[in-house]
């Protein structure tokens, strides 16, 4: 019975319905809810999809200001917002290296490690870009 598994106060309010006993219901709720995702894999999966958007970012910006000379469409705005997303995903590959390490998979944490030195990398490259550019942006103090 679905109720005996709920809290004791939404229990009480949901014995009118009939159809938190079908058993559709709890068909779908052992699909959803036996889903787990180990950690050691999501953490490198995220941290490289992140990179890979990140990088895709940085040669569009280094396009626009060495290519096209022009500043107009560059992520200048996000700025911040990409800085910090350059250090979620360098955490994110740091978790997963740890993860993977503990658990003793040794070509997963040789990929979490080459994502961390990636990830590094390319925030150094980000910030030094930053600081190289800094004249174009449109900025007043």
């Known amino acids: 019975m679905v109720l005996s598994r709920l809290p004791r106060w939404t229990r009480r309010s949901l014995r009118s319905c009939p159809w ?3 058993p559709w ?3 779908c ?4 809810f ?4 180990p950690k050691k894999d999501v953490y490198t999966g995220l941290s490289l999809a992140l990179f890979l958007l990140h990088f895709g970012v940085l040669m569009s910006d280094l396009t626009l200001h060495h290519v096209a000379q ?4 560059s992520s200048h705005r996000y700025t911040v917002t990409l800085m910090l997303s350059h250090v ?10 740890v993860y993977s390490l503990q658990a003793g998979a040794r070509r997963l944490s040789a990929v979490a490690l080459v994502s ?3 990830n590094l990398t390319l ?5 030094s870009f930053e600081f190289v550019v800094i004249q174009y942006r449109g900025e007043l103090y």
């Open 25 to 27: 219901l709890a068909a």
């Open 20 to 22: 938190l006993d079908s």
């Open 123 to 127: 925030f150094l490259a980000r910030f």
């Open 88 to 97: 979620m995903s360098f955490y994110l590959s740091l978790l997963g290296s």
């Open 34 to 37: 036996t889903v787990s995702l």
């Open 116 to 118: 961390t030195c990636l």
């Open 29 to 32: 709720k052992r699909r959803v």
């Open 70 to 73: 022009t500043a107009e469409r």
